[in-house]
């Protein structure tokens, strides 16, 4: 944990009531962009009904309640993994496929020669 995080946590013995998608992330130990993740999941439900686009605050007393839920953690873990996996999956299709073309193509090029 950084030293920011540290203070923050620290700060008065108590955590503000309202926490941003970087402090939950603080708190439930992980990345900031794994947070909209649990959120599309319908894991970790921001306060009020925020905008696609606006900031989105949580409830400090529910997150600190989901960390010792052992069930949710697991949920939670299984869902950014997953999210992960299939992400790096299309990535590697994407580029398998971007590579393809161009391997057909250069076959294609060759020369012909009189053995042909």
């Known amino acids: 944990m950084r030293e920011d995080q540290q203070r923050f946590m620290m700060l008065l013995g108590q955590i503000p009531a ?4 970087e402090q939950a992330a603080w708190v439930l130990n992980c990345q900031q962009h794994d947070v909209p993740i649990l959120v599309a999941a319908r894991l970790l439900k ?3 009904n925020p905008l696609p686009n606006s900031i989105k605050f949580f409830a400090a007393a529910d997150v600190l309640e989901l960390t010792k839920d052992r069930s949710w953690l697991v949920k939670a873990t299984m869902t950014i993994n997953q999210h992960w996996q299939q992400k790096n999956a299309r990535q590697r299709k994407r580029a398998l496929e971007a590579e393809a073309p161009q391997t057909d193509a250069s076959r294609r090029s060759l020369p012909l020669t009189a053995n042909n």
Do not use: D, E, K, S
Not at 18 to 21: A, H, Y
């Open 46 to 48: 921001p306060l009020g």
């Open 18 to 21: 309202r926490l941003t998608v």
